[in-house]
């Protein structure tokens, strides 16, 4: 309900076309009009154009039966994420048209093409093969969001040259997620070649004082190169939503 | 030097119009050029319309004394971030055309009025005064990138309903930069009011288990809004940078 | 044993009704008595009308089955938390008036009815769907304890009106119960909405920098909303003691 | 503006008594009417019977003298806390009838004897003479709140007898404030003796691994005497505040 | 080999009866010979009257069954600590002499009877019945050792008079070994208590911010009751050892 | 107060020598005269031989010199540790029979040659000459104890042949004090070259990642070596007194 | 391609005996060529005679059945480091002339006897025999790039003459790998008696405060004797590339 | 004293010509002999050509006087590291012959040319400005030891093109020191281009999440690219001596 509604509504009751306690009820439940639409739609991606999304990590499988189940009766995409192999086991034979992804660990269905709603395209790149399932979660977000996204894998610091290769392909993109593990340099050097904002996503990948993607974070939260955006270890959804809000054309 | 360049150039060797040494000079020094144009514009923010910034932390006064004079021969913006009062107190009288901002701890000369390059407005938001410090790097990195920002004061969560009274403004920023110190939950109740990106700052406010902004800085990457970015503890000009890039209408 | 004992035996000896020694090996165990009921009471909990706890987490199962068989036959209410559904395959049938709660980890007998001992509600606030095992805790332990309690869940602060729709309860609440995971920030808003006592639990909700809820748990510490207390990370048991504590009227 | 306010104005607008523009005007204010009385009421405490606080901790000797005076002039109660000596020195001469404590860090004006507030009495323990300064920073609090409060300092528990000489009176507190730092030991005992409320706080006091109070907090949460609140490290303020809204009679 | 050996093969040289090829070959071995016996004794345990110590952690089964059965051929006390419950049965069978104790974790031969070593007892005492297993460790290697050793258990410092009950026992060991979890508050309460060394073992018990026992090291190690020396958390066998150098009358 | 006495009490009560409320009262205090002498003598130090001790770390020098002025009537020996220079200034001329140790950062007066208590010497060895401070401290309070201590300095690991060629005067100590910073490997070495007890002390000395003594303090709790005890980082005092408990003769 | 390979190209141009574009699409590789020989060799080890090699942490078994196909085809020693028992048993059958290593966790085909590339011996040494697994990764790494290597084992510093047998071939090594996790002492000591490079590698052997070797690794950054180079936990191919790199003689 | 000498001296035994007691003491002193010569040559630099070194961090002024003159004694290069403004304020004028580095923090006499030692150069390549003094900490450090050094400064990933300018001296160098604070990918990226040992220094610069040089130093222990040597956060003495142990030719 937006204040044309509400100035609606009273003008009603001003010319006595609505009852009194009628109006009452409704301005009960004003404020969370104001704010958005009740608590289904809560989810600020929701209003980014992402459809229905459930986050299964920490979730028993029971409980996301019934939510997917839910969410798949409103015949638009519903994209779950975190989706460890053992419960989607159980689920995938129970919705048999969504698509899993085992790497990407998402479940997924694209049920309307989507138009494109970016301004130009995200490109997700990554430093090593061990961070495609991040990549893999970044990308089907950007998807069910609308958006155009290419993918550039394997072209960490160690070789340098295997990046600079891509320096055009770099540079046109309109905003770039760069996922790394280990140290986290990445970033740094992909920032200092292109204009464009960079989501930086730190990965797990590595062991003993990579510290489960620690230091990949620490490394990208004092990168040189100023303004890189980080978000938390192996996060690709939500460096696709801030990649996504970017890219977004403004309605 | 693009590739019509190089094509022109190795045509006037071909034709005998350029030397064999001259053209094996040029190409020499080519992967700069395709890179950036030296050492002197490598700094990113540059390309992006920040004119010259110096990071005063770690330097010497002597130091900054020659840097400064030589970007000032320039006549063009320059910014000085992170001068402490001590080293401040030494350069002002050498540079009467600056002016130092002793809570942001900035020394600046807008030489030039710079045109509006950004899309829309960027809005920076603080959850208490002692945040301020870090919001006015913010505000002055952007003014000298050419951006229209404006402030918003002391919103912190404890008293939510200062927050709500500005939902208008917040939902009509194009960039949100949220700055909090002590448990840092302002960009997540930010971020599920609108649909625009943010960009959160922790910064060092608190004592005890606040850790020196480390408390707010997991509490923001770890925010159940999805769709945050964030930079390093007080780094307001890094938040700056990342926002004006986002703003920034492309060339 | 209270002064009042203790001047009657003293009497009794000077009236000769009593013999030394037999007043001497009262005097011996007398600390334990004025401390408390020896070993088997010591669990301060008990005091307040939880009647008798146990703490399975690092308990082998045949001790927990020896334990509880010694608790049943009291035929008092008995409480058995953090039992896993391992140890709870083995133990429900050798004890077949209990009931288990597989979410909320905890097998319990309500032998009894008790008497409604608190001021008045203690309400328990949960920022996910997520966080119902610990809220699950909480509530058995104050239902042992014979209090009124009621549960409000799933409205973090990402969707801030769902939270504001229940002005109206959280206000009524004699004593909060609040338990997030992720960042943690609930706390910090309920505490700025009421003006009664908020007890906040970090819970291990979340993953990558939520470190295990260490970050929900730091953030609860930094509030900017004064006078949450705050216990170990998951202890619903713990929060509801206090809860307990402070909401019970006093003999 | 509550519920039947809001129908008065209502019913007004139907009688034609009110116009339609001064009702959407209020309209528009009403959920901050809902939530408390605008920014200058949002401070939580307030409404807790707290009087006028000023937390001076990262905030500028000349921004705290207009801050203080502006406060002073309502006449009502002022409490400055964490004013370290230096700010003092400058801030005292400038208001003659408020008193500063050395120890405490505090600047105070009890303008007015306020009614006792609470229940019973807050009791505040300190396990050494170090922890000093922050149980007057919560004596001063819960004064300015109009409670009973009272100090046993020095029982720390390694000499535990020194403790158990003071049972009777540990036992009569409504609420418990137990400061400790090194191992921070004490709130264990002293809750494993009483069946009141304890809010555990943990002092800076200490060396090497007591990590600035880290050590001591973490003694707290992990108790295994179940039921303590813990708040920050130092923050005598914090927990009276807590000890406040426990020990406060409900109007 | 001691000095007075060296002196009779030197003279045994001196006198012709040795050859001098086969003094230089004992002389070479001498280093190891002067600071114990090869590299099968370096333990320096064994020279405390340990008898021969396997420490299983980290070991592989088929090389334990290897050194074990090298070490029971001596005919000495053998002592096989942190064999969890897999490996041992696989070894149990194969070594019907030994006797494996599952909570402890240990696998032992008591060969010979060993006449006692020790000024006096030993005695273990821990905070909670989660503690055994390491109390169990401490226990069998004092007894290896051939020292007299007593256990206190279930003694923690939230029901204080528990402890108390038992204070002349407590002065009357020579050394005590204090094992607690949690906020491992035990020790200091103890070393209060007594004057005699006090060695405390941290333990992993507890859960969320225990840390692993992290926080009970810390709490020992910052015990405000002075003289306590800590071990590694667990390390029951560490305990022991030190416990037995103390208490071992010297020869 | 012990059985005997208490014995006799009753009786006389029982004769009717005594009144019941003065026995009554004599009760009240029984406990505390059970465990040990009240508040003046709680330190359990000073049950060891140590005198009065005043650690002045966090306390106020006007407090300082109230504290040494009461203990210095007593005539007995006086220790004050942790006394830094700024302190001593203002209370070194205020008590002319008392001595200040720089490097040692105490103030003592050794009023009264003590006999010898312990069963043999207290070898304190340190690493380096940083470490000097914490073995001065740990001298003197062997001192004040009246125990046998000699110093064996500049010893470390990286020249292990220095270490070596006191082989025999490091065997020859009853109690070994092991003070080292950095690594901290001295503690293992020494524990693998002697069979009598290693109190090992890490201290501050080292910079980057030696953080302030926690790698010292973690490389002794890891020592390959069995049987040390470790203090907290710089705890000179504590190892003595551990020292000083081990080797002093049992009255 | 070299300059003058460069030279000689734009000399045929000049000359007309090559067209423009077919210069022109040598030119744009040339910046590969320029930093090494595409993305297959971009492995700095390779190009110091290492070989393939694959790190099998992270990679799924059919990826690594791939990867390892296609480098088998070349002939050329191949080395899978990381590889786990599991992923071990899957892969082992496929490529028979392979040899599977369980403790040094590794799958290698030494194809070709590699000439030795060496200026001395690299010698690795280790603490423990739980340090054995990384040690053998280190060498077969070393015996892949064609250098001698000798192990020396168990000679941890708890029995310091164990190590002191080896001083000879400990100071004959031309670099020296050092291996130990626990305190991480043994390069200390080594150090101290080599005048060589020293590569230190911590190992997550140990529990408790061993933390899955980061107190070695800090031992080993905080050595009291200069010139140590650490790497990561348990990356003994990583010490082994190194020490490759300081052993192997320039071409 | 090696094994002819001792076969002559027992021989010498066996001949009547040396008494046994005299032997016996010559054994008894035998193993320092071997392992060097008394303490005043066990500073393993000193083997190396270092001359003579003072570590001057937390070592008294005085104290530094005294020692220097007796280094300056000698006639030898003499180098004092990690000497503040303040102590070379006192020191400087007391030693004319000395030189002060103030960026360096070093106090140097080159008394005597040396000869060049290596096999090729060492190059010191930092990220940024404010590594320099690491890096000059570095340079004096080889110079004293004899060998060839050239520094690279400011060529950080953030603008990749000012590093490959320099490749071919990259490739030249025997050695290379990579010195970063903030993310510390520097030495990531040199690896990658050259096949000779990298030695990486982190250093203390950044702030916030920089973490005094721990961020830099992570990122260097897991650096993507194998065979990097870590040394201490601002060890540029120490990368430097084990530079100058790879590179110095064996005598």
Redesign the interface.
């Known amino acids: 309900m937006d ?1 044309d509604e ?2 609606a509504i ?2 009603a ?2 010319r ?1 076309e609505r009852e ?1 306690d009628e ?2 009820g409704l ?1 009960d439940r ?3 009009h ?3 639409n009740a ?1 289904l739609d ?4 929701l ?2 154009g992402l459809g229905e999304v459930v986050f299964a ?4 499988t029971a ?1 996301l039966e019934v939510i997917i189940a839910a969410l798949a009766e409103s015949g638009e995409n519903v994209l779950v994420t ?1 989706l460890d192999a053992e419960k989607a086991a159980v689920l995938r034979p129970k919705f048999p048209d969504f698509e899993y992804h085992e ?1 990407g660990r998402y479940l997924v269905r694209l049920a309307r093409p989507r138009e494109d709603r970016g301004r130009g395209e995200v490109l997700i790149v990554t ?4 961070d495609l399932g991040v990549a893999y979660e970044a990308e089907i977000t950007l998807r069910v969001m609308g958006q155009k996204v290419s993918l550039l894998a394997d072209v ?7 990046l ?2 891509h ?1 055009e392909r770099l540079r046109a993109a ?1 905003v770039l997620i760069v996922i790394a593990g ?4 990445l970033p ?2 992909v ?7 960079v ?1 930086a996503v ?1 990965t ?32 690709g ?2 460096a696709a ?2 990649a ?3 890219n977004r054309t ?1 309605e």
């Not at 280990?182 to 340099?185: I, Q, S, T, V």
């Not at 920032?191 to 904002?197: H, I």
């Open positions: 204040r509400l100035k009273l003008a009751l001003q006595g009194l109006v009452l301005l004003m404020p969370y104001d704010l958005g608590c809560t989810h600020r991606g209003r980014s990590l920490d979730k028993e409980d975190r790497t430093a090593g093969t061990a960490g610091v160690a070789g340098i040259h295997r600079l290769v320096l309109e280990m140290e986290g340099a740094s050097v920032a200092g070649l292109v204009d464009r904002p989501i730190p797990s990948t590595g062991y003993g004082t990579a510290f489960g993607g620690v230091t990949a974070l620490l490394g990208m939260l004092n990168s040189c190169a100023a303004g890189i955006g980080v978000v938390n270890i192996d996060n959804f939500g939503c801030l996504g809000q970017i403004r």
